[in-house]
C-alpha cells in the first residue's frame, strides 16, 4: 500500500517558519492532488491548503492565506508546505494526503476522497 511519508514538523517560535515535505519511494505522487491537513487536540481535521496534479492550481484555508505556500516537485516526487509568520494556533499535527487526479477548486478534495495518508509531523509553535 502506498505510504506517504511527512516530515520537517517541530518546535519553532511565534513569527517562524518551518517546510513540511510528503513523500514516497513506492509510487508516483504526479498524479495526484495532494492536501495537507491538521488536527489540533480536542479539534477536528481541517484542510489547510491542496495542489492540483495537473496544472499546479492551489487552494488555501483562509486561516493560512498569505503565510502559508504548499508546492510540489514532480522530478523529487515532493510535496511541500512551507510556513511562515507562525502563530500558537498554528500547532497542530499535519498531515498530508493524496487523492487521485483530486480537484483542488473550489474547495480542497472532502476528507473521504483521498487514496491514501501519511502518519503525520507535529509542529508546535510556543515561546
Known amino acids: 500500500q502506498l505510504q506517504l511519508v511527512e516530515s520537517g514538523g517541530g518546535l519553532v517560535q511565534p513569527g517562524g517558519s518551518l517546510r513540511l515535505s510528503c513523500t514516497t519511494s513506492q509510487y508516483t505522487l504526479e498524479y495526484y492532488a495532494i492536501t495537507w491537513f491538521r488536527q489540533a487536540p480536542g479539534k477536528e481535521r481541517e484542510a489547510v491548503s491542496c495542489?492540483?496534479?495537473?496544472?499546479?492550481?492551489?487552494n488555501y484555508a483562509d486561516s493560512v492565506k498569505g503565510r502559508f505556500t504548499i508546492s510540489r516537485d514532480n522530478a523529487r516526487n515532493t510535496a511541500y508546505l512551507q510556513m511562515d509568520s507562525l502563530k500558537p494556533e498554528d500547532t497542530a499535527v499535519y498531515y498530508c494526503a493524496a487523492d487521485l487526479w483530486g480537484a483542488v477548486e473550489p474547495d480542497c478534495p472532502a476528507l473521504g476522497e483521498y487514496d491514501y495518508w501519511g502518519q503525520g509531523t507535529q509542529v508546535t509553535v510556543s515561546s
Open positions: 495542489i492540483s496534479s495537473t496544472d499546479g492550481a492551489t
